[in-house]
């Protein structure tokens, strides 16, 4: 069965946070806001006075840590305790997954407003939850996605170039990840449009998200610039808004971050930083030419994103926290392994040793002397 699950709006224009109570007015009158401290002040004053001036009520929830279940659960006590008509999510990727959730768990509408474009979490219909700590938890799937996205490219460009830069490696990755996959299922209609979609966002990154990086560090905002955050939150966002069943079209990169989130020591990296270190892996797996995979390590390095085990926390002589990965890989995502690659913990782990070997050699060759990020 098709399942098609997008948003209502999409608004992506320079300083439309100063107009955003004008949309989000449409879903109710008394909003719970939750939200982290810096992108709570980042939206500016003039967004709740916004909200005033179109008679929405707000109050505002500050959000710590991880989406988990029990601060999930906390958020909507409050929800209830003030009897608000919509859920408003302000901030990265953690912040809308955890909105989200609420929304589901309330039945209320949610409005996402990204302050930054590393990953498509304001559009998505799931939820990525984690444990306190930060180790891994479960997909969550939301019934929708939601109702309202206002993403202001003068705000988002702003954000640490880091950011943007993760989002543009873990779009990316739809393209890498899916694309194995017309082996399997060529035939298929929704693996076909979902293709059509990380493709379109596939040329665009790779043509400008440079560029836009660079443009960013001096507050230039171009038509280039929108269209590369549209394509971290629209285009990837879009890519997975078509699901049929249980049927996985994936790959080994997003199994990959996960597992790393087993270890405490990998934690302090972005999930497209991580997911980059994924693909490479992938690549391995998959016996790509080693011209290939040179070339993806080019493309990713010019983001300044891990490439390696060392930069992601682990030495990669310490087979027994890369075993974990492997075996937690497996055990959580087995889907990807109807491609033909990484069907046991054994392989992967002597992949991952081997895509150290050829990131430091390329990188060495390049620059005569490797340094880790």
């Known amino acids: 069965m098709l399942t098609i699950k997008t ?23 008394h909003a719970l806001i939750i939200g982290s401290k810096t992108p709570l002040t980042v939206v500016g004053q003039s967004f709740y006075n916004g909200l005033e001036a179109n008679g929405i009520k707000y109050h505002v929830a500050e959000f710590k840590g991880y989406p ?36 589901s768990k309330t039945v209320l509408p949610v409005v996402t407003i990204p302050t930054i474009a590393a990953t498509c979490a304001a559009w998505a219909a799931c939820s990525i939850l984690y444990q306190e700590d930060g180790d891994f938890d479960t997909v969550f799937w939301n019934e929708e996605t939601p109702r309202l996205i206002i993403a202001d490219a003068g705000i988002i460009a702003r954000a640490p170039s880091r950011y943007l830069c993760a989002g543009i490696v873990d779009t990316l990755a739809k393209w890498y990840e899916t694309e194995p996959n017309l082996r399997l299922a060529g035939d298929n209609i929704t693996l076909k449009i979902s293709l059509s979609g990380a493709k379109i966002a596939f040329d665009i990154l790779k043509e400008q998200g440079q560029k836009v990086i660079e443009d960013g560090k001096k507050n230039i905002i171009t038509k280039a610039t929108y269209d590369t955050i549209d394509a971290v939150i629209y285009l990837a966002g879009f890519v997975g808004s078509f699901t049929e069943g249980s049927r996985f079209y994936g790959g080994f990169a997003h199994p990959f971050y996960y597992g790393t989130t087993r270890l405490a020591n990998t934690r302090h990296m972005l999930h497209g930083e991580k997911v980059a270190l994924g ?60 491609l033909g690659y990484g069907r046991t913990a054994e392989e992967i782990v002597a992949a991952i040793i081997e895509t150290d070997r050829i990131v430091k050699q390329e990188l060495k060759n390049e620059t005569g002397n490797y340094k880790s990020i």
């Open 279 to 338: 693909l490479l892996v992938q690549f391995v797996l998959e016996r790509r030419p080693v011209e290939y995979i040179v070339d993806a390590i080019k493309l990713f390095d010019a983001f300044h994103l891990a490439l390696t085990t060392e930069d992601i926390g682990i030495d990669k002589r310490d087979t027994k926290q890369l075993d974990i990965i492997a075996t937690s890989v497996l055990k959580d995502f087995p889907g990807f392994t109807s």
């Open 68 to 103: 988990t279940l029990a601060a999930i659960d906390h958020y909507v006590q409050q929800a209830k305790s003030f009897d608000v008509d919509f859920i408003i999510g302000i901030g990265g990727g953690k912040v809308c997954d955890t909105a989200k959730v609420v929304g």
């Open 7 to 29: 948003p209502v709006e999409y608004v992506s224009q320079k300083d439309v946070i100063q107009d955003a109570g004008k949309y989000i007015k449409k879903y109710g009158a």
